[in-house]
């Protein structure tokens, strides 16, 4: 219930010296954690709206973050910036705003503005695109067969306006690009602190997709988070052994696998955008 659920959220900051990211992915038609659970306005997939306009897309992206702020969280994970191109993807298919790549962009970009008007923190998902992937990366290895070039005139378009309009996170999907690097792009500094910081010009924080997930599944968790940690990601997701985790990254600074000053700039960047939104005291 909505009672129950404030008085977690309030137990959870009283137990934080630091202000939490209280986050849930809410995007609307079979995304919709507050909307099923809570009863917030119900919404359907954003590829339904599509043809709707980009203010609708705002006008959707600003109920739905307000609600949120209503029920006590600060972050929603959305809009999902991935376009659905290839038919036969189901692991984003009508999450996507559309399946037109500069139509995507437009409807990302004026979401983004609606998240911020509502005062909700809002992300960018999944860098650097999984909407023309045949695999679902909860389950399996998932590669994208685009060359750099052919992401900058498609799958980034929807991040390059999303960022422009303000979007003050991104998440890093878990798929391959082998013609950008044979790692998970969670685990390239190529992919996240190359393109992503350089190339897009990118400030603010980096999340990572669950690390849970299959596609990360071959290392052991402190070894992978370590990886995504060292490719420029700030925040990691779904950690299920936090202690042993935390461990492998001091024992990593200590030794001089992980810099620290690259440590200092994700804090850094997380206490800097908790404190833009009231949420770090």
Not at 91 to 108: C, M, P, T
């Amino acid at each position: 219930t909505r009672e129950q659920t404030s008085e977690l959220i309030n137990a959870l900051g009283a137990s934080s010296k630091i202000g939490l990211f209280i986050a849930a992915d809410e995007e609307g038609g079979n995304v919709a954690r507050l909307m099923d659970k809570l009863g917030t306005t119900k919404l359907n997939s954003m590829y339904s709206y599509k043809d709707e306009g980009v203010d609708v897309a705002y006008q959707n992206a600003e109920t739905i973050g307000t609600d949120m702020i209503g029920c006590g969280f600060n972050t929603d994970f959305a809009p999902v910036a991935d376009v659905w191109t290839n038919p036969n993807n189901t692991v984003i298919g009508s999450r996507a705003y559309s399946d037109n790549y500069q139509e995507a962009a437009e409807l990302v970009a004026s979401a983004v503005r609606g998240f911020i008007d509502s005062g909700v923190v809002c992300c960018l998902k999944h860098f650097p695109g999984h909407g023309d992937t045949a695999e679902d990366s909860h389950k399996s290895a998932a590669v994208l067969h685009k060359t750099k070039e052919e992401l900058m005139a498609g799958e980034l378009l929807p991040f390059y306006s999303g960022i422009e309009a303000g979007a003050e996170m991104v998440m890093v999907g878990h798929m391959t690009v082998p013609a950008i690097d044979e790692r998970p792009a969670s685990m390239s500094e190529k992919i996240v602190t190359d393109l992503l910081r350089g190339e897009m010009g990118f400030e603010g924080v980096i999340v990572c997709d669950s690390v849970e997930m299959t596609s990360v599944g071959f290392l052991e968790e402190p070894e992978r988070c370590l990886r995504i940690m060292r490719a420029g990601v700030d925040i990691i997701i779904g950690v299920s052994d936090v202690e042993k985790t935390v461990g492998r990254l001091i024992a990593a600074v200590e030794s001089g696998e992980y810099d620290i000053s690259a440590l200092d700039s994700s804090v850094y960047r997380v206490l800097r955008l908790k404190l833009e939104h009231g949420i770090a005291s």
